[in-house]
């Protein structure tokens, strides 16, 4: 445990780093080619109900995802933390925030897919995370729901793409990760 803990304190050092060398422009130009593909991916095509992330500096720009998400009509779903633990639910957001209630996604019609993000990320579909869990504990959540696991999509730069993660067995694996690739 303490030897994984400790691989990947040391991965997510390496990528952090990496990322941080790539400009801000290179940042906005892959996540443009990032969105492209999502836009034109089968199952966002087909999902009705979307979760999505408020992205992080180091992380994919998801402002025309969000936009995109409302123009379609789906239903869009944003993480809130609960810092102290490793709890998170996804809530609804509406187009124009008018009442203060929101829905969680699980105690309403589940999700059909979850754009997420991380550190760190290999071709088998392991995944880096922060380190808090937020996204295992929920996708564990959701195993429970009636509509069951949602197909999960991960949003990388390239820069994020390791040879290997190293992965416990609470890690969960995710269906694909989108990135720019030499396609």
């Known amino acids: 445990m303490a030897a994984l803990r400790a691989a990947k304190q040391a991965l997510r050092r390496e990528i952090k780093a990496r990322v941080a060398a790539v400009s801000d422009q290179e940042k906005l130009r892959q ?3 990032v969105s492209q593909k999502l836009f034109r991916h089968p199952k966002y095509l087909s999902s009705q109900r979307v979760a999505v992330f408020l992205n992080m500096h180091d992380e994919v720009r998801t402002d025309d995802i969000l936009q995109d998400i409302f123009k379609r009509g ?3 779903f944003i993480p809130r ?3 102290r633990s490793s709890r998170m639910d996804m ?3 509406k187009d ?4 203060s209630y929101r829905e969680e996604a699980l105690t309403s019609g589940g999700l059909d897919l979850i754009l997420m993000p991380g550190l760190g990320f290999d071709k088998k579909g392991n995944r880096l995370g922060r380190g808090k869990g937020f996204y295992d504990t929920y ?4 195993r429970t729901h ?5 197909h999960t999509i991960t949003l990388a730069f390239k820069e994020q793409l390791c040879a290997e993660v190293p992965v416990g067995e609470h890690d969960i694996l995710i ?6 690739d030499e396609e």
Do not use: I
């Not at 124009?96 to 009442?99: P, Y």
């Open 175 to 180: 269906d694909e990760v989108l990135y720019e």
């Open 81 to 83: 933390y609960f810092p």
């Open 31 to 33: 996540s443009r080619v």
């Open 91 to 93: 809530l609804r957001l």
């Open 96 to 99: 124009t925030e008018e009442d």
């Open 146 to 150: 009636p509509k069951g696991k949602p």
């Open 74 to 76: 789906k239903v869009c």
């Open 139 to 142: 996708l564990e959540r959701c």
